[in-house]
């Protein structure tokens, strides 16, 4: 149970103050009744709401999924980057939603943004086993050797051990490489710092999928949508699944 003037505000209708003149002006309706107090105790999911005789579209938590640009931030506010929250739609802002984890400003590709704590734990956290797939431009060649050191788990500048990951090589040659890299744990710039273990550069990186959700080509760079229902249950399964199964790619 929730009170009414929170429901509605949090769903955009208002300020706290707006919401309560709306109440007032006779212009809510709970199960066909007007309703006179904005205090009152509903819940949202059991009666139906109108505004101006329009049925409330009512959601707790909103799933998107973005295209992220380059020279944007992984964040909720910044003082002075733009943030993928500054890029959504301004109906998803009032949900005070937050990116799954985050991509570097230099990298580009899926990022999913939720007011969902506990499936964002979920997603982010490397017990969870969830992939996290990456497209890649390497400044040189990489070959088998790095592929074997991938298997092996990375040593990282700071003597971090990374999980054993899965490097796939499309295109190598003595200009640079094309390659596809999953991990299962979102460390500081890890992909680039693997690389750099290893004595080469990432000079491209674009995140393709996370989980069993892939990047929507449709999207073009900035660009979000909602997820849909069978992605979010998708999304919701695949957390219990890749814990019972291990490591997926191993």
Known sequence: M????????NLGYGSRKEVKALIKNKEVEID????KDSSMLIDP???????WGDVVNYRKYIYLMMNKPDGVVSATFDKYDETVIDLIEDEYKVFNPFPVGRLDKDTVGLLLITNDGELNHKLIS???????????????AVDENDVRAFEKGIILDDGYKCMPAKLEILNSGRDGSEVKVTIQEGKFHQVKRMFNSLNKNVVYLKRISFGPIKLDENLEEGQSRE????????????????????????
């Open 126 to 140: 490397p017990k969870w086993h969830v992939d996290k797939v990456y497209y890649a431009e390497i400044d040189k």
């Open 227 to 250: 997820l849909s229902k069978e992605e979010v249950e998708m999304l919701k399964n695949i957390t219990s699944q890749v814990k019972n199964e291990g490591l997926s790619f191993i």
């Open 32 to 35: 066909g009744v007007i309703a």
């Open 2 to 9: 929730e009170r009414l003037d929170k429901i509605l505000a």
């Open 45 to 51: 999911e059991k009666s139906e709401i109108k505004v």
